[in-house]
C-alpha cells in the first residue's frame, strides 16, 4: 500500500490567540494536531515565512487596510497584518505543538513579491514549493491535513493536492478558519467539490 503523509499547515504563534493574524480557537486544535502526529508515520509541516516588507503585508500599500483585497500580477491578493516575519517569535511554531517527530518543514512564502496558502504552489499557481514532488519521489500517495487556516492555506493546500494526483482529507476538527465575507463556507464547498475528504 502507498504511503500516507500527515501535512499540518501553518500552526504558528501569530495565528493563535495573541497573535498578528490570529485565528479564532487557533490554539484550540493543538491537542488534536498533536495526537495526529503521533498516530502518521510521516509528518510534514509547513512554516508561513515572510520577509520583512512582504507584498502580502498592507503595511506596503500606502492607503490600505489589512483584510482589503488587491489586484496584482497573479490575480487578486488579500492584503494582511504584517504576520510570520523569518526568525521572529510570531514565527515559531505554537510551544505545545509536539513538532520533533516531522520529516520536513516547507517554508512558503519568503519570496518578497509572491504570496503562497498553498504548500504546493505559490499563489501565482505556477511556482512549485517543491513538496508535490517531495512526496512522489518518497511514493506518498495520501496526504490527510490539518492546521491554519481552513480557507486559505488548509484550503488552498487541499485543492493543489487533488490537482497533483493526491488523495486528500482534511481533519476539519484539527483545523480553525479566519472566514472573511464567507470565505469558510465558500472554501468548505469548493474542496467538496474537488473531491477533497472532509473528515
Ligand atoms: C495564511 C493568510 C496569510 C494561512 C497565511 O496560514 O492561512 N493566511 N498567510
Ligand atoms: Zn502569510
Not at 515572510?50 to 496584482?72: D, K
Not at 521572529?88 to 520529516?103: C, I, M, Q, V
Not at 512522489?136 to 486559505?152: F, H, K, P, S
Request: charged share 20%; proline share 6%; glycine share 10%.
Amino acid at each position: 500500500m502507498a504511503d500516507k503523509a500527515l501535512i499540518v499547515i501553518d500552526v504558528q504563534n501569530d495565528f493563535c490567540p495573541g497573535g498578528a493574524l490570529a485565528v479564532d480557537g487557533g490554539d484550540e486544535i493543538v491537542p488534536l494536531v498533536n495526537h495526529l502526529i503521533s498516530s502518521h508515520d510521516h509528518v510534514v509541516l509547513t512554516q508561513d515565512w515572510h520577509p520583512a516588507g512582504h507584498a502580502s503585508f498592507a503595511s506596503q500599500h500606502p492607503g490600505r487596510e489589512p483584510f482589503e483585497t488587491i489586484e496584482v500580477d497573479y490575480g487578486p491578493q488579500t492584503l494582511w497584518p504584517d504576520h510570520c516575519v523569518q526568525g521572529s517569535k510570531g514565527a515559531e511554531f505554537h510551544p505545545d505543538l509536539e513538532w520533533t517527530r516531522a520529516e520536513l518543514v516547507i517554508r512558503k512564502g519568503f519570496r518578497p513579491e509572491i504570496d503562497s496558502y498553498s504548500a504546493f504552489f505559490e499563489n501565482d499557481h505556477t511556482t512549485p514549493t517543491g513538496l508535490g514532488g517531495y512526496l512522489n519521489e518518497r511514493g506518498i500517495a495520501e496526504v490527510v491535513l490539518a492546521g491554519l487556516a481552513t480557507d486559505y492555506c488548509v484550503g488552498f493546500s487541499a485543492l493543489d493536492a487533488v490537482k497533483c494526483g493526491f488523495k486528500v482529507s482534511v481533519v476539519m476538527p484539527a483545523c480553525r478558519a479566519i472566514d472573511l465575507n464567507g470565505s469558510l463556507a465558500a472554501m468548505t464547498d469548493t474542496m467538496r467539490a474537488a473531491g477533497v475528504h472532509l473528515l
